[in-house]
């Protein structure tokens, strides 16, 4: 039996506790959250123990795993304290607020035999494997490019509930942290690392309300010479379907919910997603289930977990370029580095 306890008891929370619940021979034994209510919530919903402080819950249970769902600024601190009392750690993304923050976790995961991954759980999607598995099959040939798109849609409201998402200081970042970083970890995971970054990152619709970006676009140079464009914004009316679209030899590989890959001899192949469960945001995605599924079973392995630290610190190296480049927080770049 894998026990866990999540730390963080935000929108995102309810995901990995249905996902905990899901996993054979998995138990959920404790939340945590400093804020009161949110903890009160949490606990009448699982009907298990509650702590207002992490450490306090480390002194009188020993969970074997910990997700880590809290604001960004506080995953490292959290996930430090679980590898030091031995707990095997599932970070949500990002992996921290800032490139120091986050080279602390890679330096930490890499002295200790405890486990650490972190929920890029895209890559986990049915049309991203088999994305990967045809691109790496050679069939389509080389990548030549790629371009992808994150339209969605934020109120007021979003930012005034949990004032955190708006700041540098807290939240690392805006769209591009937040929302775009699943996209973009995508996109570098199918076409190859990122060697050059150009961007810019603005605020257009939310100027009055946040100190972080809504908009914001990028291009990337890959190894091997591809290139992507990559643009999001949440400016837009309504969630958008994210679209990826790549560009090989041989072929088009477009990703819209579905994967349809058409060849150059005409032929046309269609990949269907999976539907996306009734807990959580549409937009979350469908594989959270899957990414935590796998997690648990690597436990017992020798080597890291695929999606580690060190992984995860590409598309946020990429993102934090994108910032520094942009106008908007070159008098910030002790908080947003």
Same mark, same amino acid.
């Given at each position: 039996?894998?026990?866990?306890?999540?730390?963080?008891?935000?929108?995102?929370?309810?995901?990995?506790?249905?996902?905990?619940?899901?996993?054979?021979?998995?138990?959920?034994?404790?939340?945590? @959250?400093?804020?009161?209510?949110?903890?009160?919530?949490?606990?009448?919903?699982?009907?298990?123990?509650?702590?207002? @402080?992490?450490?306090?819950?480390?002194?009188?249970?020993?969970?074997?795993?910990?997700?880590?769902?809290?604001?960004?600024?506080?995953?490292?601190?959290?996930?430090? /304290?679980?590898? /030091?009392?031995?707990?095997?750690?599932?970070?949500?993304?990002?992996?921290?607020?800032?490139?120091?923050?986050?080279?602390?976790?890679?330096?930490?995961?890499?002295?200790? %035999?405890?486990?650490?991954?972190?929920?890029?759980?895209?890559?986990?999607?049915?049309?991203?494997?088999?994305?990967?598995?045809?691109? @790496?099959?050679?069939?389509?040939?080389?990548?030549?490019?790629?371009?992808?798109?994150?339209?969605?849609?934020?109120?007021? /409201?979003?930012?005034? =509930?949990?004032?955190? =998402?708006?700041?540098?200081?807290?939240?690392?970042?805006?769209?591009?942290?937040?929302?775009?970083?699943?996209?973009?970890?995508?996109?570098?995971?199918?076409?190859?690392?990122?060697?050059?970054?150009?961007?810019?990152?603005?605020?257009?619709?939310?100027?009055?309300?946040?100190?972080?970006?809504?908009? #914001?676009?990028?291009?990337? #140079?890959?190894?091997?010479?591809? =290139?992507?464009?990559?643009?999001?914004?949440?400016?837009?009316?309504?969630?958008?379907?994210?679209?990826?679209?790549?560009?090989?030899?041989?072929?088009?590989?477009?990703?819209?919910? /579905?994967?349809?890959?058409?060849?150059?001899?005409?032929?046309?192949?269609?990949?269907?997603?999976?539907? #996306?469960?009734?807990?959580?945001?549409?937009?979350?995605?469908?594989?959270?289930?899957?990414?935590?599924? @796998?997690?648990?079973?690597?436990?017992?392995?020798?080597?890291?977990?695929?999606?580690?630290?060190?992984?995860?610190?590409?598309?946020?190296?990429?993102?934090? %370029?994108?910032?520094?480049?942009? %106008?908007?927080?070159?008098?910030?770049?002790?908080?947003?580095?």
């Amino acid at each position: 039996m894998t026990t866990a306890a999540i730390i963080g008891c935000g929108d995102v929370s309810g995901v990995h506790a249905a996902a905990i619940r899901a996993v054979e021979d998995s138990e959920l034994i404790a939340v945590c @959250d400093t804020d009161p209510a949110a903890l009160a919530a949490a606990v009448e919903r699982y009907g298990v123990p509650g702590f207002g @402080d992490h450490r306090t819950l480390l002194s009188q249970l020993r969970p074997d795993v910990a997700h880590v769902c809290t604001p960004h600024h506080q995953h490292v601190p959290v996930a430090l /304290d679980l590898l /030091d009392a031995g707990v095997h750690v599932l970070v949500e993304k990002p992996l921290a607020h800032t490139v120091g923050e986050a080279e602390r976790l890679v330096e930490a995961a890499e002295r200790t %035999d405890t486990r650490i991954g972190v929920c890029f759980q895209n890559r986990y999607n049915a049309t991203s494997q088999a994305a990967r598995q045809l691109l @790496d099959s050679g069939e389509v040939g080389a990548v030549l490019g790629a371009s992808a798109t994150v339209m969605w849609t934020r109120t007021p /409201d979003y930012y005034r =509930r949990k004032p955190w =998402r708006g700041k540098w200081e807290t939240a690392g970042g805006g769209l591009l942290i937040n929302q775009v970083i699943h996209t973009l970890d995508l996109v570098q995971w199918l076409v190859g690392g990122v060697v050059d970054v150009k961007g810019n990152a603005s605020t257009r619709l939310y100027g009055d309300l946040i100190e972080v970006e809504d908009t #914001a676009e990028m291009l990337l #140079a890959h190894e091997g010479g591809s =290139r992507s464009v990559v643009y999001g914004s949440l400016a837009n009316v309504v969630h958008a379907p994210v679209t990826i679209e790549i560009t090989a030899e041989r072929g088009t590989l477009s990703i819209r919910g /579905d994967l349809t890959t058409t060849y150059a001899d005409g032929r046309v192949e269609t990949v269907k997603e999976r539907r #996306a469960s009734s807990t959580g945001r549409a937009y979350w995605g469908v594989s959270h289930e899957v990414l935590i599924r @796998d997690f648990y079973a690597r436990l017992g392995d020798e080597e890291s977990f695929w999606i580690s630290p060190r992984e995860a610190m590409k598309s946020l190296r990429v993102l934090k %370029d994108v910032y520094i480049q942009s %106008d908007l927080v070159q008098n910030r770049l002790t908080t947003v580095g």
